[in-house]
Structure formats: C-alpha cells, structure tokens
C-alpha cells in the first residue's frame, strides 16, 4: 500500500508543518511527502496518485480547503482512500468523529490501518464536496472573512467580527432567491440562508442537522426565511445546535437527493470553506463517492448529544 502525505504548509499555526514533519520522521512505514505551494496542487497531487491504478491512502494535511482539493482529485477511485490530518484552523468535517478528532487523526499509525468507509459527496456546479454547501448571509461572512484576512493588523478572529459586522450590520440579512427542494417552491423571495448537509459541521461552530449522516444517501437541507436582525440575533445559536425543528415558522427542512437556487444577482457560495458565485446553482447528491479512512474507534454514528430535539 502507498501512503502520501500531501501538506499544505500555509495552513494552521507557524509550527504546525515542522511539528508534522517530526511525525512522519517516526513513521514505521513507507512514505511519500508532498507540499503544496498554490490553489489546485492537492488536486493535481490526488488525481496523479489515482492515475497509477495502484492502492493509495492519501493524506490531506491541512484544512478544509486541502481536504476539498484531495476528495476532487480522488472522488469516484476505488483504489483510492483519503483522509484529514487536521493541520488547518477549521477541520469542519472532522468534527463527526467527536471532540478529540485532533488527537485521534494525529496518531499517524492508527490512521495509517484504520477501517475505511465509502462517503457520499455533493456535487455544486460540478465542484464535490464532502461536507456542507451553504448560501446566504453566513456564505457571504466566510467569503468576506478572506478578504478582511488580509488585513496585516486583523487576526483570523478579527477578521470574522468585521465580516459578521460588516453583512449583518451593514448589509441586508436576507436577498431574494428562487429555491427549489422537493415539494418547497421559494419564488423570487427574500431568504436568510439556505445550507445543503452532508457532514455535520461548517462554519467553525455551526451544527445546523445533528444527525446528518455523510453515507446514507440523503442531503438534509434548511431553508431560512427573512428574518430582522433582532430574530436573527436570537436564531442563530439554535440555528447552530441544530435546533431548526423548533421553529417551523422560519426554517423549512427537506431531506432529499437535490435542490436548485437562482437569484438575478450573484449568489455567494461557499463548498467546504471553499467561495463560488453565480446566479443559479444545483446541488445534488453525485455519483461519485470517495473512500475515507480513519483511526480503529473513531466514529462518525450519530450521539445522543448531536440529535435535534
């Protein structure tokens, strides 16, 4: 078996490459080691290790964007499984497995013989991903806090404060969109936000559906309506701990396979931290599956603290 380690030495803390290295140093198996030095490397890497017919684990390390660039380059390979050595900031998808995920996908050598489970992906324009796709106000703030990142005076939480002032002081909370899911016909309608789940996690704290499962098959989707800044403001922490079954009134839920939004001005998407902007998108469940690997005793099984209640 191959196992490349592809590392985005950009991503998370100054120490976090050289702390790595130090890992892999100890590694009692063959290994390859690959950097990234731009957008599109990690795909570029994957996809050549796919080509080869031959069985590989490759290794994302980074964050959510390099996993997204890896499941891409390795979606729909049979001989290929990957996984996310959490190096980055944010690590939404590993978050499933549980608070101690860090600790868990750091030891190298359990993850290196870990069981592996075929994965849904979501498919938005043609871009996978294997975690959330959201659209509205909370897609705008992730897209406008890399902006503000380049700020030589902000830091990263700094950066999301100006964002999250900036869209939900500034800006208007809620935009017309058309939204189709199911049965739910959105028409030209002002809307908060709209977010597709295959994992649980986005967003660095936000856990809309508690019990989305990333293999069963099913996308759970929320549509938001137009809320004031005030509903807004009281929402969103049940909105982040998956309490949407509370409020019908304001968040509709479909659990399907598909859904299609358009507005007359560019909606801003973000696909596992990752921005797209257009004016309609479809976001379906793909084809593709992509084979992920972690530690004997990780789980990703719904607990009873995740559920919607």
Known sequence: ???????????????????????????????EVVYTTG?????????????????VRIYACGGDGTLNEVVNGAAGHGHVAITNVPKGTGNDFLKI???DYRTLFYDLEALAVGPQTAIDLVDCNGKLGIDVVCAGVDARIAADVHRYKDWWFVSGIGAYILALLENIFLKSIARPMTVHMGE???EDRPASLLCVCNGRHYGGGFMPVGDAMPDDGVLDMLLVRKVGLF?????????????YKQY???IQDFHGDAASFSAKEP????????????TAFTVRLSEKKVNFFYPAGAGYQVSSADKSS
Do not use: C
Not at 6 to 25: F, M, S, Y
Not at 39 to 55: V, Y
Not at 231 to 243: E, H, I
Not at 267 to 278: N, S
């Open 1 to 31: 078996m191959r196992h490349l380690f592809i590392i985005n030495p950009v991503a998370g803390k100054k120490n976090t490459t050289a702390q790595l290295e130090a890992l892999l140093e100890k590694l009692s198996f063959p290994h």
């Open 39 to 55: 957008e599109g490397d990690a795909q570029r890497f994957a996809q050549e290790a796919a080509r080869t017919g031959e069985p």
């Open 97 to 99: 497995f549980g608070p």
């Open 184 to 186: 739910i016909r959105w």
């Open 231 to 243: 509903t807004f403001l009281r929402l969103v922490g049940k909105y982040a701990k998956g309490l």
């Open 248 to 250: 019908p009134e304001l």
């Open 267 to 278: 909606i801003t998407v973000v696909v596992d931290g990752e921005v797209m902007r257009d």
